[in-house]
């Protein structure tokens, strides 16, 4: 069964570090999105991509954050500049279709120190 | 406010058991409604989903969901329980009206006990 798959598992990095976390979306797959969970808190939502470019974004989602289709399979998310409050799960998902339910992947645990 | 209640923080039951998990929303239309589950360690797996028809859908691992409109309610069941079921489950919702992201709820934790 096709699944989303991302790396690394886990990331350590330190503050004012830049960090890239990779996600490969289920191949028929045209939405991409990633989200974050804080530890001990809820699932939030920070970008969404379709067609090469963002469709949404949240607050959250500042100009320390960028993401990239940089090829077919892959999808990035890149903090340039990384904070002690960045760390935390990000998960990558992505759907077939607007709407359509998301398949996530298994997370990358970044740890900013 | 828009939002995704899951008034229950923490579950326990023992194997065998059924099991109720509750979700509550806050939104002006019915969204699309999933659930899904965190193993520890692990990501987000989906069990359910509603978009319309009828509002009791099956998922896998023996899974069930009730969509109640006048409730703003999808609730979680389960007749029997497997220790295998540990974990988190979380309530989500796509408010189609305020774009394509999921919202979640807090999560419940599910703690069996044998």
């Known amino acids: 069964e096709p699944e989303v798959t991302q790396t690394p598992s886990h990331q350590v990095t330190q503050m004012g570090q830049e960090v890239i976390l990779r996600c490969v979306p289920i191949?028929?797959?045209?939405?991409f999105y990633w989200y974050r969970q804080i530890l001990g808190q809820k699932v939030e939502f920070l970008v969404s991509f379709y067609n090469n470019e963002i469709s949404e974004k949240s607050e959250i989602f500042d100009d320390q954050f960028s993401v990239e289709r940089p090829d077919g399979s892959n999808f990035t998310l890149k903090i340039r500049s990384t904070k002690l409050e960045d760390s935390a799960m990000y998960f990558c998902?992505?759907?077939?279709?607007?709407?359509?339910?998301?398949?996530f992947g298994p997370g990358t645990r970044l740890t900013v120190t | 406010a828009q939002s995704v209640t899951q008034p229950d923080i923490h579950i326990t039951v023992s194997e065998g058991a059924s099991l109720e998990l509750r979700c509550n929303y806050s939104y002006g239309a019915t969204p699309y409604l999933f659930w899904y589950v965190q193993s520890p360690g692990q990501g987000l797996q989906l069990l359910l989903k509603?978009?319309?028809?009828?509002?009791l859908v099956q998922g896998i691992k023996g899974f069930e969901a009730e969509f109640k409109r006048s409730q703003s309610s999808f609730n979680l069941r389960k007749p029997s329980v497997h220790w295998s079921d540990a974990a988190e489950y979380f309530c989500?919702?796509?408010?189609?009206?305020?774009?394509?992201?999921?919202?979640f709820g807090a999560g419940t934790i599910l703690r069996v006990k044998s």
């Open positions: 998902a992505s759907s077939e279709l607007e709407g359509n339910e998301q398949y």
């Open positions: 989500a919702v796509l408010p189609m009206e305020y774009g394509n992201k999921l919202v």
């Open positions: 191949s028929n797959h045209l939405y």
């Open positions: 509603y978009f319309s028809g009828d509002t």
